[in-house]
């Protein structure tokens, strides 16, 4: 038995106490619908007072409109419909989600994942288990749910600790949640967000879905390297210490590497299709003069190939999807791809609620102008502190870490602190795109060392089918070595990028010209 946890620790006894603490907290479309509520009470209040100010560059005073009043009233009978369908994280999200569900519905995510994670030799094991959670997040819950409980039976098969396996699955799938080496749902949700947020103080400015892509394919390799030095220095010997203590499942499934002859058959089919897909979107989009490229913007980066890559995206997801059923035998109809784009909706039901009260509030912050005033007052003040920029970036990161330590949806988050600091910063001169990837960096570091996050407690069930008496306080101490690591290498890349001016993405630089 393993004393360690027969008595509740201090530390435990925190994690129990911030737990009971976050589960007082409304559910997030909750949160957002008494945000709206306290939003028409505030901008009452504000308006009340005569609060107006001048953004620097503009001539024109933006004073506080009250939701409360009657123009209020009547703007928000006539626009919350259009708050909605119009919200930009709503459409692109939906689209990609119809080709990715039926890439996951024909099993091919799964399958992928477990290849890239069972071909990998011993040595490279632990880099590969966290390179591939990294890569699930393109699954969205896939990674959870498959690659944590295959990684802690493929290093039990291996002789090694199998809680260190879950630990580096863990760890790539949450704590390296923004990094990627293809676009996916995340990125379009919190692109959109942005979009929305810089409008307050720029109408018109676009934030891309393709903004922090450079940073993050650098931060794909930067945590995969990270996460294995941490598994292999720190977690696999700790857990070597206690190894007699651990115990397999009663019933392990294959982790060989035989793979049945129909999932072969439709990988070589995806494959086919990805070197077509490739081939004919470079012809289309690279040339000049080619067909994707817009006679009035002719550069690459105004191409209906980057513009429209989120369509790009589900569209080759859903084919390649439909190939791999096909060829592996599981689809037998074309109505079951149907049938797969119809489930994945279902499963959208709750974010499409969360962003319908979402859209509500980042409309009314904008409207009543109250974001346009917070952003020049916190705009003046951090001014007048006089960091450098890329301090300031710095100091966000870890704010937006320690709120996800109480908050684990991050689109639920960057709804609330987009529309204050993306405004903020601009007018500092940091661009919406940077003060985006400052997020992501700090929303990610934190999901493995909290409770709150929902994954957290099937992480923990997955561990006690090999230690029954693991408990939370265990867990935190075996995985926050991960977060510090992740939080500080990829603050310390996020600096280095500024120092050398590289841009973001395509396009998309720290700084505003």
């Known amino acids: 038995m393993n004393k360690e946890h027969q008595t509740p620790t201090t530390e435990d006894g925190l994690l129990s106490s911030i737990a009971r603490w976050g589960n007082r907290l409304p559910t997030p479309a909750l949160l957002f619908f008494w945000l709206c509520v306290a939003m028409m009470v505030v901008s009452a209040l504000v308006a009340a007072l005569g609060a107006e100010t001048r953004v620097p560059g503009q001539a024109q005073v933006v004073v506080a409109r009250s939701l409360l009043s009657a123009e209020g009233l009547r703007w928000i009978l006539t626009h919350t419909v259009e708050n909605f369908v119009s919200f930009a994280p ?14 996951e519905h024909s099993g091919l995510l799964r399958v992928l994942l477990e290849r890239l994670v069972r071909g990998a030799p011993r040595w490279l094991m632990t880099w590969v288990v966290v390179f591939a959670g990294i890569l699930s997040n393109l699954a969205m819950d896939a990674g959870y749910v498959v690659l944590i409980p295959l990684a802690g039976v493929l290093f039990s098969v291996a002789g090694r600790p199998p809680l260190a396996g879950i630990a580096a699955a863990f760890a790539g799938v949450s704590a390296g949640y923004s990094a990627n080496l293809l676009l996916g749902p995340a990125d379009a949700i919190l692109a ?71 999932d072969i058959r439709g990988l070589w089919a ?42 790009l995206i589900a569209f080759y997801a859903a084919v390649a999807g439909w190939l791999f059923g096909r060829f592996s035998g599981r689809y037998a109809r074309s109505s079951e791809v149907v049938d797969a784009m119809e489930t994945t909706m279902a499963t959208m039901a709750g974010y499409l609620v969360l962003m ?14 109250l974001g346009t005033l917070l952003a020049v007052a916190g705009a003046g003040w951090l001014e007048s502190l006089a960091l450098p920029e890329s301090l300031l970036l710095l ?82 101490s075996m995985m926050l070595p991960y977060s510090l690591a992740f939080l500080a290498s990829w603050s310390l890349l996020m600096l280095l990028w500024f120092w050398l001016g590289l841009p973001l993405g395509p396009g998309a630089e720290m700084l505003l010209d």
């Open 192 to 262: 959109g967000m942005s979009t929305e947020a810089a409008g307050i103080v720029s109408p018109g400015y676009t934030v891309g879905i393709e903004s922090n892509y450079y940073f993050a394919v650098a931060s794909t390799v930067l945590l995969s390297l990270v996460g294995a030095l941490v598994t292999e220095r720190w977690v696999v010997p700790y857990l070597q210490r206690t190894e007699t203590e651990d115990t397999a499942p009663a019933s392990e499934p294959d982790a060989g590497t035989f793979m049945p002859p129909e």
């Open 395 to 476: 100091v966000f990161v870890f704010m937006a870490a320690f709120i996800n330590l109480f908050i684990g949806s991050a689109s639920a988050k960057w709804g609330l602190l987009a529309p204050v600091f993306v405004p903020m910063l601009f007018l500092l001169g940091i661009s919406p795109e940077a003060t985006q990837m400052a997020f992501r960096i700090g929303d990610s570091s934190t999901n493995i060392i909290t409770p709150l996050m929902p994954y957290f407690g099937v992480v923990v069930a997955f561990a006690q089918r090999y230690r029954p008496n693991l408990g939370l306080g265990t867990m935190m």
């Open 270 to 311: 995806v494959a086919l299709w990805t070197l077509l897909f490739i081939t004919v979107v470079v012809l289309a989009a690279v040339p000049e003069g080619a067909p994707l490229r817009d006679p009035d913007n002719p550069g690459l980066l105004g191409s209906a190939a980057v513009r429209g890559v989120v369509v």
């Open 90 to 103: 709503v459409g692109t999200v939906l689209v990609a989600m119809l080709g990715l569900g039926i890439a």
């Open 356 to 369: 319908f009260f979402a859209a509500q509030f980042v409309n009314y912050f904008a409207w009543s102008n």
